[in-house]
């Protein structure tokens, strides 16, 4: 029997969390056709958002968590809206990450990776992707980055 997308994430001890509603004039996910587009989504701990400024007081290995952080959401959208069937994913089509950082910050690619790293350990080839990694001076609630996404579904 092969390995599941959801053996994968038990495997890590990952649980998907519970896909929380917008908070502005937005939706999680849309559909069109066979692409998925997911939402941005932001570095959610149990205890809360991880905020603050990559370069200004924020260690990179924060900043690689806080990407695999939204990489899970992103999943968890994902899985949402495919009722919960993640090997319905034929590829990532594409991840753009936000990191919030001073101006002299250049490890984007390096903190945007704890997202790459996870999309690839959990859906294998399918989860291979184009991306951008980009350094902006703010994102809502003083998040340290944020993720989204486009994927290719059966």
């Known amino acids: 029997m092969p390995v599941t997308a959801r053996d994968k994430l038990e495997q ?8 929380p509603p917008p908070v502005a004039n937005y939706v999680p996910y849309t559909c069109h056709g066979d692409v998925v587009t997911i939402s941005g989504q932001l570095p959610r701990r149990p205890d809360g958002l991880i905020t603050g400024c990559l370069g200004e007081g924020i260690p990179v ?12 959401s992103v999943l968890a959208v994902l899985a949402d809206s495919v009722g919960g069937d993640l090997d319905r994913v034929v590829r990532c089509i594409q991840i753009t990450g936000f990191v919030r950082s001073s101006s ?11 997202a790459s790293d996870l999309l690839v350990a959990v859906l294998g080839d399918a989860g291979k992707h184009a991306r951008a990694a980009i350094g902006v001076a703010s994102l809502p609630f003083g998040v340290a980055v944020e993720i989204s996404a486009q994927f290719v579904i059966a």
């Not at 890590?12 to 896909?19: E, Q």
């Not at 290995?61 to 899970?72: N, S």
């Not at 002299?104 to 704890?114: A, K, R």
């Open 61 to 72: 290995d924060i900043g690689v968590e806080a990407a695999r952080l939204c990489a899970i």
């Open 104 to 114: 002299n910050f250049s490890e984007h690619s390096t903190v945007i990776n704890g």
């Open 12 to 19: 890590m001890g990952i649980k998907l969390p519970h896909v």
